[in-house]
């Protein structure tokens, strides 16, 4: 069946490299990216209605509920420290 999608899109599966290089700890729902950041529940739902996480690849809806890339999102932090208070005072 693979093999016939790819046939059909015409991938080159020579191309393609897996994402399991990367570890992937979830952070789950609004709760727990407050609890991570260390903020109020309404400063991470700022930080979600901002679309930062989500262009970044770091949020994404699994049913009704958020999860986080606990990995990139640290790394995020790491690289621009600033970023998610730039979010939180735009958003006063």
Known sequence: MLELLLSEYELDTANLTPRDDEP?????GINGLAEF???GITKAQN????????????????????????????????????ILNKV???AV
């Open 37 to 39: 950041l260390g903020c």
């Open 88 to 90: 939180c005072s735009e």
């Open 47 to 82: 930080i979600m209605n901002s679309g930062i996480l989500q262009e970044r690849d770091i949020a994404y809806r699994a049913g009704n509920r958020w999860r986080f890339n606990k990995t990139l999102l640290t790394k995020l932090l790491e690289e621009e420290p600033e």
């Open 24 to 28: 992937r700890e979830l952070i789950k």
